[in-house]
């Protein structure tokens, strides 16, 4: 059989949002509105440009996913005082107290993945998929 490393990415990224579903159920939250906390737990007040630009996701999804989130009390948005057309997005107390269970339950993911794996294995799987995913950043 051709090796396609597309298929396989594709399995893995759809095993890993029917995982992060499950996990963050309780949370009433969703897979797709995890790039959002995870780009506003690097630093707040991000407008949308930016979380669209660090997560790689289009300006309707991350807008849907936003509001959903607004509306859930996870996040807050706020007119940018330099440029009236953006919001800038702050997360709210509710999320906050979350990101390190949030946190924990990703990294559980990619133990999933690398379980059994030799470190160095690891190192060179990581450093290939960040060299491919470069090529369109």
């Given at each position: 059989?051709?090796?396609?490393?597309?298929?396989l990415?594709?399995?893995?990224?759809?095993?890993?949002?029917?995982?992060?579903?499950?996990?963050?159920?309780?949370?009433?939250?969703?897979?797709?509105?995890?790039?959002?906390?995870?780009?506003?737990?690097?630093?707040?007040?991000?407008?949308?440009?930016?979380?669209?630009?660090?997560?790689?996701?289009?300006?309707?999804?991350?807008?849907?996913?936003?509001?959903?989130?607004?509306?859930?009390?996870?996040?807050?948005?706020?007119?940018?005082?330099?440029?009236?057309?953006?919001?800038?997005?702050?997360?709210?107390?509710?999320?906050?107290?979350?990101?390190?269970?949030i946190?924990?339950?990703?990294?559980?993911?990619?133990?999933?993945?690398?379980?059994g794996?030799?470190?160095?294995?690891?190192?060179?799987?990581?450093?290939?998929?960040?060299?491919?995913?470069?090529?369109?950043?």
């Amino acid at each position: 059989m051709e090796q396609n490393i597309g298929r396989l990415i594709s399995i893995l990224y759809r095993k890993g949002q029917a995982y992060l579903n499950v996990v963050l159920e309780p949370f009433g939250i969703t897979a797709s509105e995890l790039p959002i906390l995870l780009c506003l737990y690097k630093g707040c007040g991000k407008t949308q440009e930016e979380i669209c630009a660090y997560s790689c996701i289009d300006k309707a999804a991350i807008a849907r996913a936003v509001q959903s989130l607004a509306d859930k009390g996870w996040l807050r948005k706020e007119k940018d005082s330099s440029d009236k057309r953006a919001n800038k997005i702050y997360l709210e107390r509710q999320a906050l107290a979350q990101e390190k269970q949030i946190k924990r339950l990703l990294s559980s993911w990619t133990g999933h993945l690398t379980a059994g794996l030799e470190q160095d294995k690891v190192a060179v799987m990581y450093n290939a998929l960040e060299d491919m995913v470069k090529k369109f950043t």
